[in-house]
């Protein structure tokens, strides 16, 4: 079982920046950023293989996030630019084992979740 620990959420004012991170506790293969908001389903923000050869953005977020990896310290990233009201969320990493090799914005294929972390964009 890997865990995996988000930092950097917080409140900002529209057109602002936020940076989060996730650490994970053990070996991770696709990693990847999803946020819920209240009374919506999950959706996919960004993933990442780990060779950083397979990316994809949600398309609500392309342009403005940015989606990285640190594989020596199994973190993962997400620069968040030009923050906009409607990207208020709780924010979760997630990651997967090696089970599926394209590294999708698809919830179903992560097996292991953070708690997640919360970004409130005022207007």
């Known amino acids: 079982q890997v865990r995996l620990v988000e930092s950097g959420g917080g409140s900002v004012q529209a057109g602002g920046s936020l940076r989060l991170s996730c650490t994970a506790s053990g070996y991770t293969y696709c990693m990847g950023w999803f946020r819920q908001a209240p009374g919506k389903e999950r959706e996919g923000v960004a993933t990442i293989s780990p060779g950083r050869d397979k990316i994809y953005y949600g398309d609500s977020v392309k342009g403005r996030f940015t989606i990285s990896r640190d594989n020596a310290k199994n973190t993962l990233y997400l620069q968040m630019n030009d923050l906009k009201p409607e990207d208020t969320s709780m924010y979760s990493c997630?990651?997967?084992?090696?089970?599926?090799?394209?590294?999708?914005?698809?919830?179903?294929?992560?097996?292991?979740w953070g708690q997640g972390t919360q970004v409130t964009v005022s207007s």
């Open positions: 997630a990651a997967d084992s090696g089970r599926y090799f394209d590294c999708r914005l698809s919830r179903d294929e992560y097996e292991y």
